[in-house]
Each structure stands twice: as C-alpha cells, then as structure tokens.
C-alpha cells in the first residue's frame, strides 16, 4: 500500500484514517470550535418555535437549515425567515431545488438508483435550480443547501464572478455524500463553504477529512431515521476537538418525514422543531460536562 499511500500524501491528502484522533486547531472566524444548527425548519411557524424553544431552554442556536426547498416557499415565507434570522442572530439556510428524487424520472425512486435523488436531472432543471438561488438572493438569503456537483460548481463560480453575492454560504447537503479526504477537498475547490458529513464516518475518518479541507464541518448528533439514525451524544465532545470548526446538527429519531413540508404537516413541523431543539439542549449540556473548555461561538 505503500505507493498507493504516497500519492495521495503527495496531493496534500492525508494517506490513511486518523486513528490517534489529532485536535484540530483551525476555528471559525471568531476563534470559536462549535455552533448548533438545527435542521429541517421548514417555515417561518417552525422557525418561531426553534427561538420560543431555545429561549426557554438557554441554548444558543446559530443555523438553521430547510429541507424542502425554497422553491415550496412563498416570497412572504422566505423574506420572514431572513428577517427573523437577522433579528435572532441566526444563519438560515434554504435549500435549493428542485430535485430528482421528486421529478419524473424513475431511476431516483428504485432501490438501487436512489443516491440520485437530490441530483439534478437535464440542463432545464439545473436552470431551475439557479434559478431558486437568484430569486433566494434577490429576498435576502446569505446562505444555501445544495445537493449536486453540477449545481455546486456553477455556483461557486457565478460567486467568484459577483453575479451572486461574496456572502453568500454555500452548504453541502448530506446528500451529496462527502465521504473521504478527497471528496472533500474536490467540494471545497468547487465553492463549498461548509460541507455536511454522512451521519456514520468514524472520528478517525472525520479527522482525516479535516485535515484534508479548511472549511467548517457539519456533522449529525443525532440523525435522521431515513439516513440511517446514529446517535452520538457521548461522542460530541471529541466531534468538537477533533472537528472544530464544526456546526453540531441535531434531529428525531423514530419522527415522520417532513419533506416536502406544508400546512398539512404545520403541528408536526413545529413539534419536532421544538424536540430538536431539546435534544439540542441535552447534547451541548453533556459536551459541557465533558469539555468544559470547549469554545462556542457568541
């Protein structure tokens, strides 16, 4: 494996898994290791509950994320959500769509094709999907979920270019899966700028990835059923050390699907907007205890 191994050291990529587990020393930009993101708030009614929640419980959260897409959102929805978030101090970050999983095509609905889902079928459903992140843009929006290579690319260039904001976040969904150090430094050159890790990398494997990008990580407590639903409470400390900077996401376990959101699901949506938000709370109360030094952002 020895040959194999130096070709990878020699592009800059780690050549094996951090089993020693190193501390990371890179921070975001106000010297912190860790935010809370809360996923899946799919309207301004959930994202209200996410702050009445917080509030009540004294937990700081940073982000939050939404699943169905801003293109299930009204004008009014998105334009209340950027200016609660401003209010709030929080980052909101709306996915963009459409998807393929929800098109017309087959291959994303089979068993086997279904790691398609969130891709982007055809040159007219990637102008849709840019077309989601300029009216987002154009009502406020700093910062987006996407799901295809494709659409990533073009995006970090139209960045690089000014046709869309210097500001603008660019959030990598965890599906499109960013598995190991390369795939990660091929999102971050693309214009990523924050990339969510699969839900079931080792901390050996998450360190290796660090090392290989600059870029904050976002890394599931607690995920979905549907991705597989790990639950790592106990190891969220040394997610922090070893990971930092990283955003701590956290869901419902045995919850119903939320996607694609509406008034039909509004009560579900604000309940498991608010138990998020409690799990949350349990999760940062344990790092505490267990990493007490463990430096969060304001």
């Known amino acids: 494996m020895a040959e194999a191994r130096g070709w990878l050291a020699g592009l800059g990529l780690p050549d094996r898994d951090l089993g020693e587990l190193p501390t990371s020393a890179r921070r975001f930009p106000d010297g912190a290791q860790y935010r809370v993101e809360i996923p899946s708030v799919e309207g301004p009614e959930p994202f209200r509950a996410v702050v009445e929640a917080a509030g009540q419980r004294e937990l700081r959260v940073h982000r939050i994320s939404q699943g169905s897409g801003m293109m299930l959102l009204t004008d009014d929805d998105i334009t209340e959500m950027v200016a609660l978030g401003r209010d709030q101090g929080v980052e909101v970050c709306l996915f963009v769509g459409p998807r393929a999983g929800w098109d017309i095509g087959v291959q994303a609905t089979a068993p086997s094709g279904r790691v398609a889902a969130a891709s982007l079928r ?56 960013v598995t190991n150090p390369a795939t990660a430094r091929l999102v971050e050159e693309l214009g990523a700028t924050t990339i969510n890790l699969p839900i079931d990398l080792s901390l050996a494997q998450i360190a290796a990835i660090r090392q290989a990008v600059a870029v904050p990580l976002d890394v599931y407590v607690e995920g979905a ?74």
């Open 122 to 177: 055809g040159a007219d459903q990637l102008a849709y999907g840019l077309e989601d992140v300029r009216r987002g843009c154009q009502l406020g929006v700093r910062s987006i979920l996407v799901a295809d290579t494709g659409q990533l690319w073009v995006i970090g260039r139209l960045k690089r270019s000014g046709d869309l904001p210097d500001d603008l976040e660019i959030k990598v969904s965890i599906s499109l899966p």
């Open 225 to 298: 059923d549907d991705f597989g639903g790990a639950v790592r409470y106990y190891e969220a400390p040394e997610l922090v050390r070893v990971a930092a900077p990283v955003h701590l996401k956290f869901t419902v376990r045995n919850a119903p699907g939320l996607y694609p959101s509406g008034e039909h699901l509004a009560g579900l949506a604000v309940a498991s907007a608010r138990e998020r938000v409690r799990r949350a709370a349990i999760g940062i109360a344990l790092l505490r205890r267990h990493y007490p030094s463990a430096v969060a952002s304001a």
